[in-house]
């Protein structure tokens, strides 16, 4: 999966997303911005925000700045953001090589990103480096099915994925060793559990 091949499969993709993948990752959605609106951080980054499903959702005092790389997908969360004043930015923006400086934000948001980007080490080191020591690095994302009923549910919606270029082979194991930070809680979030709640806390750099 190369950046132009996402780009392109999710302009494309923009106009039927909300319908397809909104009430069916929807569980994992509410945990992820709830568990971020628990935390107390005033400030959020959402790395691919996408059509910004999840930004009615923060707790109104909270800062929210998403990025994605698709133009097509922030147009819609734009047009969501239109009565939310606490979204700040909106930015196209890699998540692997980001702009902002070091530790920017007291918490970061990963929905259903990690099994898309192409290099999710890089992805990671990212969202280690914009988050505060200590803060709080929340992801959600769908991981590979171990068992017959799941399995059986990953082959069905296997061609709704591959279309919008997410990896189903991402397993839990590789999630929290690639993250390099330190586990706070996993959970069911959605799907008997084929969808996982993951929620880190970010370590001092050099640790
Ligand atoms: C499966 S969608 C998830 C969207 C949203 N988080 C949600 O909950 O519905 C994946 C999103 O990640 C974005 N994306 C993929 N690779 C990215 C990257 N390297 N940097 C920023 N966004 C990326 C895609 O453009 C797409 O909007």
Do not use: W
Request: charged content about 25%; some cysteine.
């Amino acid at each position: 999966m190369d950046l132009d091949l996402i780009r392109r499969v999710y302009g494309k993709g923009a106009t039927v997303y909300d319908a397809v993948f909104g009430p069916l990752l929807e569980r994992g959605r509410r945990m992820a911005v709830e568990a971020a609106n628990a935390t107390g951080a005033r400030s959020v980054l959402e790395v691919g925000v996408g059509t910004g499903l999840s930004l009615p959702l923060y707790r109104a005092d909270i800062k929210v700045t998403g990025i994605d790389l698709s133009p097509e997908m922030l147009a819609r969360a734009r047009k969501r953001a239109e009565d939310l004043p606490n979204v700040q930015d909106l930015h196209e923006m890699d998540a692997q090589a980001m702009s902002f400086a070091d530790a920017s934000f007291e918490a970061v948001v990963a929905m259903y990103v990690a099994a898309v980007v192409p290099n999710m080490t890089k992805l990671f080191q990212e969202l280690r480096r914009v988050c505060v020591p200590g803060g709080h690095v929340i992801v959600v994302n769908h991981v590979a099915a171990e068992t017959g009923l799941l399995g059986a549910f990953d082959r069905m919606v296997a061609p709704a994925t591959r279309a919008m270029a997410i990896r189903s082979d991402l397993r839990l194991a590789t999630v929290v060793e690639t993250a390099g930070l330190d586990v706070a809680g996993i959970e069911d979030a959605g799907i008997g559990g084929y969808i996982k709640l993951i929620r880190f806390r970010n370590r001092p750099p050099g640790n």
